[in-house]
């Protein structure tokens, strides 16, 4: 069982930023993709952001160039650093841990709100 932990999130002002922070309970992130994921009121939960355990990266077309993905493997934290937040920005984000190998070993934080709003 993995636990994943998220902090950080609030209420900002649109064009301002904020930093996600997941910890993670013990090293997982050479076995695991490690993600970013975030649902709307009324809309489906979708991927912000990705790792890889080499380091590779992917986000969504709305949030590049803004947002960015990062792991502290000394603190086994995950982070997401969000720049330019806007509006659309607003709804829970979730941490999700993804063995590369074993489907079944699927694991979510509990969500953190972000909201962006004047």
């Known amino acids: 069982q993995v636990q994943l932990v998220e902090s950080g999130g609030g209420l900002v002002q649109p064009g301002g930023s904020l930093r996600l922070s997941c910890a993670a309970g013990g090293y997982i992130f050479n076995n695991y993709l490690m993600g970013w994921y975030r649902q709307a009121p009324g809309k489906q939960r979708e991927l912000v952001a990705s790792?890889?355990?080499?380091?590779?990266?992917n986000y969504a077309d709305s949030v590049k160039g803004r947002f960015t993905i990062s792991t502290d493997n000394a603190k086994n934290t995950m982070y997401l650093q969000m720049n330019s937040l806007k509006p659309e920005d607003t709804a829970v984000y979730y941490c999700n841990a993804a063995h590369r190998i074993i489907a079944v070993l699927n694991y979510w934080g509990q969500g953190t709100q972000v909201t962006v709003s004047s």
């Open positions: 790792m890889t355990n080499g380091g590779n990266t």
